[in-house]
């Protein structure tokens, strides 16, 4: 072994390791319903470092309730919107290590009416952390909303400083199955994810591995606030029938950067010597 290497080697996988770059995954595989009141930590268990959850349902009727997956096999999250403002809602927060960067992921359909909207923010915040709170704009990064209308259409905003603005070509609609992916950067500067840059303040949106809308302006949440949080709520469908299902969901602490030069060298130098202690973490 040459031990001249090991100084260098050692340096710069502590630095790697401070970094504490982690996925979470959420299993939905278990029973259950929530059709009242709320549930912290119970309902659904979140995944080890990946926060605090409460599920809560509003004062207009709806669900979350662990059925048959659309995705496969196994159970998925559905969630029944209610007939009011009152918010159905499902929030993770306060995950490990937080940074200015955030992956989000899952499967997702959407069925069931004319009316009603289910939306997905993340961010930092006491309304991530309160069960009957909504969205308060300047705790929020990203904020997706999506609005059932009339013949199965999805129509998706996003809220761009406090202004919502329509999202065109996203392919959305209901009874159909899609895979979702949110980027985000609230750093003062681009990052780059798997060969994409990503300017400060903004983020992306991938439907079934296509980016379809780049570069999307965050909301209010200030520059370099870590972002620790992310919250799902449903609103506004008469009837309940407004159903937003889950499954595959997969959450990160950063966004899936691409290894740096010295990173790079560093593995190079690793493979050498012999040890392979170490490595990126991708999807």
């Given at each position: 072994m040459?031990?001249?290497?090991l100084?260098?080697f050692f340096?710069?996988?502590v ?7 982690t ?7 278990g029973t259950?319903?929530?059709t ?8 659904v ?6 926060g605090?959850?409460i ?7 709806g669900?979350?309730t662990?059925g048959a997956?659309s ?10 919107a209610?007939?009011t403002?009152s ?9 490990s290590d937080p ?16 009316a009603?909207f ?11 952390d309160?069960g009957?709170t909504t969205f ?9 909303r999506?609005?059932?209308?009339a013949s ?7 809220r761009a400083?406090n ?8 392919g ?5 199955n899609?895979?979702v992916?949110m980027?985000?950067n609230n ?8 060969g ?14 296509t980016?379809?809308a ?10 370099g606030?870590?972002?620790?949080s992310f919250m799902?709520?449903?609103e506004n ?12 969901l997969?959450?990160a602490?950063?966004?899936?950067p ?9 593995l190079?130098?690793a ?8 490595g990126?973490?991708?999807?």
């Open positions: 040459n031990k001249a290497l100084p260098v340096t710069v996988l630095v790697a390791s401070s970094q504490a770059q996925i979470w995954s959420y299993d939905f595989d259950g319903s929530l009242t009141g709320s549930s912290t930590n119970t309902f268990v979140p995944p080890t470092g990946g605090t959850n599920f809560r349902i509003g004062a207009a009727g669900s979350f662990l997956s995705f496969g096999s196994g159970n998925s999250l559905i969630g029944k209610p007939g403002s918010i159905n809602k499902f929030t993770t927060f306060n995950w940074t200015t960067a955030f992956s989000l992921k899952f499967d997702l359909r959407m069925s069931g009416g004319s009603g289910w939306s997905i923010f993340a961010g930092n915040g006491a309304s991530f309160a009957g308060t704009g300047n705790q929020v990064f990203s904020a997706l999506l609005a059932y209308g199965g259409t999805i129509t998706a905003s996003n400083g202004t919502y603005a329509t999202i065109s070509g996203t959305l609609s209901q009874s159909n899609f895979s992916a980027y985000g750093s003062a500067s681009s990052i780059v994810y798997d994409n840059t990503l300017a400060s303040g903004r983020y992306d949106l991938w439907v079934n591995n980016l379809v780049p570069s999307l302006t965050k909301s209010e949440i200030a520059s606030t870590l972002i620790d799902i709520y449903g469908s008469v009837g309940n029938t407004a159903t937003f299902e889950i499954d595959n997969q959450y602490n950063y966004a899936i691409e290894p740096s030069s010295s990173m790079l060298m560093v190079g130098a493979e050498l010597i012999g040890i392979r202690a170490f990126r973490k991708r999807e």
